[in-house]
């Protein structure tokens, strides 16, 4: 409420968010999540929470009238369609150079994302994160996170035998046959759930092409593992449709937060100014990084240091399609779940995930999303004309993912006599390369804060999210960003509280 004090409030119920609230529950600490999406706790008209990827409605898209779909053509058809502006779950932020998609709601990234949780492997791990201890990580955080976050791996005899995964099996065939190593990807999704999906006992929903726009099954989203800890310990109070504008010193000690209840269109309702002790920016790397750069433009904590809203990536994601000959059907049935990936990463610099097209129809095409070693890191500024926050990612930087991309895909038609698909992202365009899934950095760690994350200039101010990492993870984020979150909250409530 308007003039309450609380001793932590955390921007955010993302990964970051999530870790710090249930830590800082069970020391004893009482929370408060300030998130500017909605619940996603109620069922709409049709009775489900989520709508599906086929029949995008109002739930679909943040702050919209045309939906945005990351895969905007088919057969050279664009397949946008007008939808009602509403607080939907999808944010499609458009910036000068690329689209960065983004959950909005209770449970951030974790209600629209693929859940593929992905540990790095550790021989990368000293180039995502520098200054951290990869004893550390790999002995205490990762177990850790893959333990809270519920990840597990599908069964591989089933995978060998369903019919929603013969996609998957498709790719496995043509990266090992050009001699590139195959791997299982693990999942936050429940494996038995969409057995029985498959087998016909319960509601489809990675098999009803339930993805982009929420699972209403068997995804465990945070809403069903960090967030439901957090609730079970009394301490964690959530405002949904509540969205940070500022944070500054309080007269009296602790920060003022100013926060702007909005209606499910938008609209401004109400502004409360709540004072906390403690502050942790969790809004995810563009989320945390627009508030860092606009509040320190704009006086309100002048002194955070000059690396503020630095260092930013897209964790090289581009995507593309292979058309595939007649006897390689890719299955009319696909589960929304990817599951596996190529690896090419030391090679080639790419990763690439085997990723469905659930459209229903049995396309022949093989589709892909990779994650590559893009060298570009491109940064936020404040625009005092525009009065928002730009971020200067130019276009044409994406073409070294792409050649990375090409390392495996120009192999594969070549050894498969296959080409790319050029319909799936326009007329007579093969590449994905306007968009990025995985928006990472604007508050390094160690840069623009110390190594735990604390926003030094200001005690009590603390960055918790996506931000710290240096724009690239070498595969999924959200496990790493889980991870950090897990070491960088210990150390927090060990020394600060
Ligand atoms: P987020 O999860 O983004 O959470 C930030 C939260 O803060 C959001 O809920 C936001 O609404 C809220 N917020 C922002 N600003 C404010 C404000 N001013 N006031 C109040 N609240 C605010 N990663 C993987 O590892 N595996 C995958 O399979 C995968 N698939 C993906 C698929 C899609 C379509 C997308 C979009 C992402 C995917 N990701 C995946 C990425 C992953 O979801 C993100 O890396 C992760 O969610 C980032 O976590 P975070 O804690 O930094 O922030």
Redesign the pocket.
């Known amino acids: 409420a308007d003039g309450a004090r609380v001793p932590a409030l955390v921007?955010?119920?993302?990964?970051?968010?999530?870790v710090a609230a249930l830590r800082l529950a069970q020391a004893g600490v009482d929370v408060h999540m300030?998130?500017?999406?909605m619940a996603w706790d109620t069922p709409g008209p049709d009775g489900k929470i989520f709508c599906n990827t086929r029949e995008p409605d109002y739930r679909s898209y943040w702050l919209r009238t045309r939906t945005k779909a990351?895969l905007n053509y088919f057969l050279g058809f664009p397949i946008d369609r007008n939808i009602p502006r509403h607080t939907g779950i999808?944010?499609a932020e458009e910036f000068g150079g690329i689209t960065v998609?983004?959950?909005?709601?209770?449970?951030?990234?974790?209600?629209?994302?693929?859940?593929?949780?992905?540990t790095p492997k550790r021989e990368n791990f000293g180039a995502v994160l520098p200054s951290v201890n990869a004893d550390e990580m790999y002995g205490v955080y990762y177990p850790r996170a893959n333990a809270g976050l519920g990840v597990g791996t599908i069964d591989p005899a089933w995978f060998d035998s369903t019919a929603c995964y013969q996609y998957a099996r498709v790719g496995r065939k043509h990266a090992q046959r050009s001699g590139f190593p195959f791997v299982f990807v693990p999942?936050v999704y429940d494996w038995d759930y969409m057995k029985q999906e498959a087998a016909g006992t319960v509601t489809r929903s990675a098999l009803a092409g339930e993805?982009?726009y929420g699972n209403n099954h068997g995804k465990k989203s945070l809403q069903q593992t960090y967030l439901a800890q957090a609730r079970a310990t009394g301490r964690v109070a959530i405002s949904p449709l509540?969205?940070?504008?500022s944070v500054a010193p309080a007269a009296g000690g602790g920060y003022a937060v100013v926060?702007e209840q909005l209606g499910t269109t938008g609209d401004v309702t109400a502004t409360k100014t709540v004072t906390a002790d403690r502050v942790f920016f969790?809004?995810?790397?563009?989320?945390?990084s627009?508030?860092l750069v606009m509040l320190k433009a704009t006086g309100a904590l002048p002194n955070l240091n000059d690396e503020v809203g630095r260092g930013w990536g897209d964790n090289g994601n581009v995507m593309c399609g292979r058309a595939n000959h007649m006897w390689d059907p890719t299955g009319a049935l696909q589960s929304a779940i990817?599951c596996c990936g190529i690896d090419n990463w030391a090679a080639g610099g790419a990763f690439a995930e085997v990723a469905p097209l659930p459209t229903g129809i049995e396309t022949y095409a093989s589709f892909y999303l990779s994650i590559t070693n893009n060298p570009h890191r491109a940064r936020f500024s404040w625009n005092a004309a525009t009065g928002k926050v730009d971020l200067d990612w130019q276009a044409s930087w994406k073409q070294p993912s792409i050649d990375m991309a090409k390392t495996i895909f120009d192999k594969i038609n070549a050894k498969e006599g296959t080409i790319y698909r050029t319909d799936l992202f326009g007329v007579y365009k093969i590449w994905g390369d306007h968009l990025t899934?995985?928006?990472?950095g604007g508050a390094v760690l160690n840069k623009a804060t110390d190594n735990y994350g604390r926003l030094t200039a200001y005690p009590g101010l603390y960055v918790i999210?996506?931000?710290l990492i240096p724009g690239n993870t070498s595969?999924?984020?959200?496990?790493t960003?889980t991870a950090l979150?897990e070491r960088n909250i210990e150390k927090i409530i060990a020394t600060d509280l």
Do not use: C, W
């Open positions: 921007i955010g119920t993302g990964y970051g968010g999530s300030i998130e500017m999406g990351p999808l944010d998609y983004q959950g909005r709601g209770v449970g951030g990234g974790s209600l629209v994302n693929g859940g593929m949780a992905v999942d993805i982009l509540h969205k940070v504008t926060i969790a809004a995810g790397s563009v989320g945390t627009k508030l990817p899934y995985h928006p990472l999210d996506g931000s595969v999924n984020p959200f496990v960003i979150a």
